[in-house]
Nanobody
Framework: QVQLVESGGGLVQAGGSLRLSCAAS????????MGWFRQAPGKEREFVAA????????YDGDSVKGRFTISRDNAKNTVWLQMNSLKPEDTAAYYC?????????????????WGQGIQVTVSS
């Protein structure tokens, strides 16, 4: 069982930056692939970024590549999402997710554990 707790969200002006953190419980964090997803009101949950157990990264190329960076520290049981050059369309609840294998994917259905979500609001 893995518990995930997100932090670092909030309100920021367009062009600004935020760094989301996801702290994971459990002693086997290094064996999990981790992902970030987001969901805006009235929309489906969508993929943002993911990272394998050894740091291989996947990004949603259309919306965040070049602006967002995912990283992890297995010794600290933590994964981060650094978000730069934020846009109003990045406004959403952001969710951290863990997959019980070392291979990351872009599909929410592949992830076994989810955080409670944290709100990011970007004002224009």
């Amino acid at each position: 069982q893995v518990q995930l707790v997100e932090s670092g969200g909030g309100l920021v002006q367009a062009g600004g930056s935020l760094r989301l953190s996801c702290a994971a419980s459990g002693r086997t964090f290094s064996s999990y692939a981790m992902g970030w997803f987001r969901q805006a009101p009235g929309k489906e949950r969508e993929f943002v970024a993911a990272i394998t157990w050894i740091g291989g990264r996947i990004y949603d190329g259309d919306s965040v590549k070049g602006r967002f960076t995912i990283s992890r520290d297995n010794a600290k049981n933590t994964v981060w999402l650094q978000m730069n050059s934020l846009k109003p369309e990045d406004t959403a609840a952001y969710y951290c997710a863990a997959r019980s294998t070392r291979i990351a994917t872009i599909y929410p259905k592949d992830y076994d554990y989810w955080g409670q979500g944290i709100q990011v609001t970007v004002s224009s």
